[in-house]
């Protein structure tokens, strides 16, 4: 064996003739088993102290409950709720059986269109705050109907 544990062709025991037939058949030497040998000794380092706060991978489906059936990811298209730090191409988790609350986030269905917006309760009635200040809040009318209420928001970038 050489120095840097590398085997070369001249340091292989030569072929014997007899083994060789006449249909050129070889049989190769055989060869010393490196990992019986090895015994550890030239081991360098020490154990990482970090080894005890390592944690396995995190399964966001699992943190984010997803497997219940209730539970739906949801893109979002536009910035309505940047004041609540909602931007365009997060993914809402919204959860169709949760109880709305004033101050949720709430995923609203209007007229067919689909609206993320703030749920309020003002005056005895509902409204759908939409963000911006220029914009007027609407009542929950019979024509809406509150979806989901947002329960986590994943975001891809940063």
Known sequence: MTANSTWLL???PPL???SISRSTRLVMPRLPDVAREYDGG???????PAGDSLEGPIDLSEVLDLRRPHRYPVRVKGD???????????ILIA??????????????MIH?????????????QWWLKPSGADKEPQP??????IWAVVAALVRTSV
């Not at 959860?95 to 609203?108: E, R, Y």
């Open 80 to 90: 309505a709720l940047l004041e609540r730090g909602i931007q365009h191409g997060d």
């Open 16 to 18: 014997r003739r007899s």
């Open 42 to 48: 030239n081991t360098t380092g020490f154990v990482s």
């Open 10 to 12: 001249s340091d292989l």
């Open 140 to 145: 929950v009318a019979d024509e809406a109907e």
């Open 112 to 124: 067919g269109d689909v609206l993320v917006c703030q749920l309020a309760y003002r005056c005895g």
């Open 95 to 108: 959860d169709a059986a949760a109880s709305p609350a004033a101050g949720q986030v709430v995923i609203a």
